[in-house]
């Protein structure tokens, strides 16, 4: 299965932050975390395998808190229509063990690096039990020059119920910590409570 947004009309929103990782160390955006868990705000965090074995203390501290739904975002971040179905499967083993070690459990979604798929990847995912997990929401956090006014403009612009939003926690998404606060009080005033993405599988 591969999803967008939550099949839902009610007015839920489903943050999601990737923590992706690169052939040099990724980072992390700890304001991320700590505004969530002020606010206590439930998000899917989309966590690389290599990611977790870089920042293997942190995953655990995460895991362990029943606000986070934790999600695997593929062990080395590679283009996954451009692997053959072998490739596809080390990948996912490998980060699916990591997760394991380091959460204790197996996660249930998955989020194609770069958002990129095939019919084939999400078969491959699917018989791991992972959801092929996309987005409606794009805020452009990747991008330096993408303010968090304009973060927050985006958001409230493109959201409408069950739609899954995409931010980074790899200290990547630039101005994301700076545009957590405002976003999430953007979309209480306006109705909207927080779910996490497996929310699909259950009533909302
Ligand atoms: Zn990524």
């Known amino acids: 299965m591969l999803i967008r947004r939550l099949p839902t009309s009610e007015r839920v929103v489903a943050l999601t932050f990737d923590a992706c990782q690169t052939l040099k160390p990724a980072g992390y955006a700890p304001q991320i975390i700590a505004t969530l868990r002020k606010e ?3 998000a899917t965090l989309f966590l690389g395998g290599r990611w977790m ?3 293997a203390d942190i995953t655990k501290n995460l895991a362990h808190d029943p606000l986070f739904e934790i999600g695997t975002h593929s062990y080395l971040h590679p283009h996954f229509p451009k692997l053959t179905e072998k490739q596809m499967r080390a ?3 490998k ?3 990591v997760h394991q070690k380091l959460t204790g459990r ?3 979604a998955f989020r194609p690096p770069y958002g990129e798929h095939n019919p084939l990847t999400v078969k491959v995912a699917e ?3 992972l959801t092929s997990v996309l987005w409606d929401v794009e805020t452009g956090d990747p991008d330096p020059g993408v303010s968090a006014t304009e973060i927050v403009r985006e958001v409230f612009r493109q959201t409408k119920p069950g739609s899954i939003i995409i931010q ?3 200290g990547r998404g630039w101005h994301s910590p700076e545009a957590l606060p405002e976003l999430i009080a953007g979309l209480r005033k306006r109705g909207y409570r927080f779910v996490y993405v497996s929310a699909m599988n259950r009533p909302v």
């Open 127 to 129: 018989s791991y039990g």
């Open 168 to 170: 980074h926690m790899n």
């Open 40 to 42: 206590r705000i439930p």
């Open 91 to 93: 990948d996912l083993e």
């Open 95 to 97: 980060t699916l063990a």
């Open 53 to 55: 074995e870089w920042h």
């Open 106 to 108: 197996k996660p249930k």
